[in-house]
């Protein structure tokens, strides 16, 4: 058990990409970390390892999201190692571009399973446990307003994360919990970049005017904002974070 007084916050898929750079942000703000993976257990364990050596406090914690159960346990493991939870971070998804015509069902399932009802998951159970004064921050996606073809199914279970993310502000209230989303835009991530050609990259790297692809760090830095005590009267907002794509 941790004795020390810092508060703690749970990152969902922390292993890599934007939540490992929210999970390493918010360790050096003086948050102690768990680290959320469904898989890559190798990669969340070295991210505790490299957080603990920069001074920080991480532990890891296999869960998959679409599980009830798992996410309990999740809040039951913050609570075993730093003695309750002040932040959640819902960082864990999935995106995979089909056409609406051409998206099978195994498609759409695992798309609601894990961005809709593992954000659901997460959302209700900190509803009940999370300690006065804290922070929710879910990941939506500026292809909300972007609607791009062959995002569909993706964009429409992130539409839906927006749509809880300000009914939950308003049910918290009285409890001085803000609930806040942050929409990144084309991120540098192997999720954002594998199987795209490079020219596709290099145009929407060229589309924000910006002329740059984010950068994990530059997402953490907004969810750092809305962690931190300077983000404190931001409530029921979603911030788009992609350079002004859109």
Do not use: C
């Given at each position: 058990m941790?004795?020390?007084h810092?508060?703690?916050?749970?990152?969902?898929?922390?292993?890599?990409?934007?939540g490992?750079?929210?999970?390493?942000?918010?360790?050096?703000?003086g948050?102690?970390?768990?680290?959320?993976?469904?898989?890559?257990?190798?990669?969340?364990?070295?991210?505790?390892?490299?957080?603990?050596?920069?001074?920080?406090?991480?532990?890891?914690?296999?869960?998959?999201?679409?599980?009830?159960?798992?996410?309990?346990?999740?809040?039951?493991?913050?609570?075993?190692?730093?003695?309750?939870?002040?932040?959640?971070?819902n960082?864990?998804?999935?995106?995979?571009?089909?056409?609406?015509?051409?998206?099978?069902d195994?498609?759409?399932?695992?798309?609601?399973?894990?961005?809709?009802?593992?954000?659901?998951?997460?959302?209700?159970?900190?509803?009940?446990?999370?300690?006065?004064?804290?922070?929710?921050?879910?990941?939506?996606?500026s292809?909300?307003?972007l609607?791009?073809p062959?995002?569909?199914?993706?964009?429409?279970?992130?539409?839906?994360?927006?749509?809880?993310?300000?009914i939950?502000?308003k049910?918290?209230r009285?409890?001085?919990?803000?609930?806040?989303?942050?929409?990144?835009?084309?991120?540098a991530?192997?999720?954002?970049?594998d199987?795209?050609?490079?020219?596709?990259?290099?145009?929407?790297?060229?589309?924000?005017?910006?002329?740059?692809?984010?950068?994990?760090?530059?997402?953490?830095?907004?969810?750092?904002?809305?962690?931190?005590?300077?983000?404190?009267?931001?409530?029921?907002q979603?911030?788009?974070?992609?350079?002004?794509?859109?």
């Amino acid at each position: 058990m941790h004795t020390n007084h810092a508060k703690t916050a749970l990152v969902t898929g922390a292993s890599r990409g934007i939540g490992a750079a929210i999970a390493e942000r918010l360790a050096r703000d003086g948050f102690n970390v768990l680290l959320n993976f469904a898989g890559g257990a190798d990669d969340a364990e070295a991210l505790a390892r490299k957080i603990e050596r920069d001074g920080g406090r991480a532990v890891t914690a296999q869960a998959d999201v679409t599980d009830p159960a798992a996410v309990a346990r999740l809040f039951d493991n913050a609570e075993a190692a730093f003695g309750g939870l002040d932040v959640l971070v819902n960082n864990a998804g999935i995106m995979k571009l089909e056409t609406l015509a051409e998206s099978s069902d195994a498609l759409f399932d695992s798309h609601i399973a894990v961005n809709l009802k593992g954000t659901f998951n997460t959302l209700r159970e900190a509803s009940r446990r999370l300690r006065d004064g804290g922070r929710i921050i879910n990941l939506s996606s500026s292809l909300v307003g972007l609607l791009m073809p062959t995002y569909g199914v993706y964009a429409a279970t992130k539409a839906a994360v927006e749509a809880m993310t300000h009914i939950l502000a308003k049910e918290l209230r009285g409890r001085n919990i803000t609930v806040n989303a942050v929409a990144p835009g084309p991120t540098a991530t192997r999720l954002f970049l594998d199987g795209k050609p490079q020219e596709v990259v290099d145009r929407l790297a060229k589309a924000a005017p910006l002329e740059r692809l984010g950068q994990p760090d530059d997402i953490a830095a907004v969810v750092s904002f809305l962690a931190g005590a300077d983000g404190g009267w931001v409530n029921g907002q979603v911030l788009r974070a992609n350079g002004g794509i859109i």
